[in-house]
């Protein structure tokens, strides 16, 4: 069976490439009939921050996709440690008594790049098993061949053919002095222990797979299948980072800012992927059932956005999409939120509420436009625009207005055809054209000069919100 990871660490809030790099994930396991399994990849402790994995969780949450299995892997320290500890029974790893060890790979070395520290690369066993007994702090290192050299290789599944020479990979440490894991041992533990069969992830990570694939021959696990990325990148091309671009690159942007979880899902796909069909607007099933690794491009996409706007304007253009399709059932419940969050309560019963929503969503972009833009159909203390005030200020509109409110009070019946046969009836006795009461109470009702059809409209308000609104014009 395929099983597949996501393995953030809580160092910042969910970015976009990661929720991205999620998604990709969670669609190629549930094509397979895989599994999907979410690790927290928190052994940093000096950079974890509850804040942020309280929003990574709040992001995932926000897509709601799910997954199938949980595992944390700061309580999985022993399993990092048994395998750093074998490889060094085994004499594939040795202990590095060098003070401040793990920083060794980012210091200058002269003319050539750091690859050990020969004196302890050579160390006797039994020199290295006195020092330790001795209370001398270590890190253990893991030894990567150099007599022969080889060529360590692998297949990416977006990249192709990768290939690199062990004279060119450092002895990368596995345990820091402190006891720590490193990132490359903690990694590959959990993913032999859980059976990982696919690794899916950015390609920025794409130069640490030759350091993985020796941990994973050298544990004697089987080589998962790997299947890198390409990175976003902002419109200067640069890439898109937490530090310079802050809330841009935040899932959670997009959720205040009103989107849809399947319209942003969505959009991320067509980050770096094609269906190969020009389709753009999809639901879940269909981007199920088009997901391939195939189909992921080798170049950065861009994520456009600017100063003033963090919002990309093909998810704006996807999100409107959406709003239109998705089911009423399903969006009802998201704008009822919205509304709550606003101080709005929606009129009448659950039935109405959805009759109203499905009315007035497709001029709409946003779950925001609904408290905004939708403001009358939802509360009594709405703007009256500049063009709507026009149409009321025709002549005799407003007396008129006051007329249709009386008729449709003294009507038993209140639907569109009965509001269309008052209103006409009206406009003709008074010999004016029926487009002037039409425009002029969707104004009143509304606040308006467009919008859904005026009959509709009437329904939307509700008899006697409507016949109130009428009357005080």
Request: aromatic share 10%; with cysteine; hydrophobic share 40%.
């Amino acid at each position: 069976m395929i099983r597949a990871r996501f393995a953030p660490s809580p160092t910042g809030y969910l970015h976009i490439g990661s929720a991205r790099t999620f998604i990709f994930n969670w669609l190629y396991v549930r094509k397979n009939k895989g599994t999907m399994v979410l690790r927290i990849d928190d052994t940093d402790v000096d950079r974890n921050t509850e804040a942020s994995l309280n929003s990574i969780y709040e992001g995932l949450n926000w897509l709601d996709l799910g997954w199938d299995e949980f595992y944390r892997q700061s309580e999985r320290l022993d399993l990092h440690r048994k395998l750093a500890y074998g490889l060094l029974e085994k004499g594939l790893a040795y202990r590095d008594f060098t003070p401040a060890a793990q920083d060794l790979e980012e210091r200058g070395h002269g003319e050539g790049p750091w690859l050990c520290n020969p004196e302890m690369r050579v160390l006797s066993r039994e020199e290295s098993d006195r020092r330790a007994a001795a209370g001398e702090p270590f890190a253990i290192r893991f030894r990567v061949e150099r007599d022969p050299v080889r060529a360590v290789k692998f297949t990416d599944e977006v990249y192709g053919g990768q290939s690199k020479l062990t004279s060119d990979i450092e002895d990368f440490a596995l345990l820091r002095s402190n006891g720590m894991p490193t990132y490359h041992l903690a990694s590959c533990a959990d993913d032999i222990d859980l059976k990982i069969t696919h690794i899916i992830r950015g390609q920025d990570h794409l130069s640490n797979t030759f350091k993985h694939v020796l941990l994973f021959e050298a544990a004697g696990g089987p080589m998962p299948n790997f299947a890198h990325l390409p990175l976003l990148i902002a419109p200067d091309g640069a890439k898109l980072s937490k530090r310079k671009h802050g809330p841009v690159v935040s899932v959670l942007t997009y959720r205040d800012n009103g989107f849809l979880p399947i319209a942003y899902t969505n959009f991320l796909c067509l980050l770096g992927w094609s269906p190969k069909d020009n389709r753009e607007q999809m639901t879940l099933d269909e981007l199920v059932s088009a997901f391939s690794l195939e189909g992921v491009n080798r170049s950065n996409a861009v994520v456009n956005f600017s100063e003033s706007d963090p919002i990309d304007p093909k998810a704006l253009w996807l999100n409107s999409q959406h709003l239109r399709t998705v089911p009423v059932d399903t969006l009802a419940p998201m704008v009822r939120k919205t509304l709550e969050e606003h101080k709005l309560a929606p009129y009448g019963d659950d039935d109405f509420f959805r009759h109203v929503v499905d009315m007035i969503r497709s001029r709409y972009s946003t779950l925001l436009d609904f408290p905004t833009k939708g403001r009358a159909y939802f509360a009594d203390d709405f703007h009256i625009e500049k063009q709507a005030e026009d149409k009321l200020n025709a002549p005799g509109a407003r007396e008129l207005l006051r007329e249709l409110a009386k008729r449709i009070e003294a009507n038993p019946e209140f639907t569109e055809a009965s509001v269309e046969t008052d209103l006409r009836k009206l406009a003709e006795e008074h010999g004016v054209k029926a487009g002037v009461l039409i425009n002029a109470s969707r104004a009143a009702l509304t606040g308006q000069s467009v919008g859904p059809s005026a009959f509709a409209v009437f329904v939307c308000i509700g008899r006697e919100r409507a016949i109130e609104r009428l009357s005080r014009v």
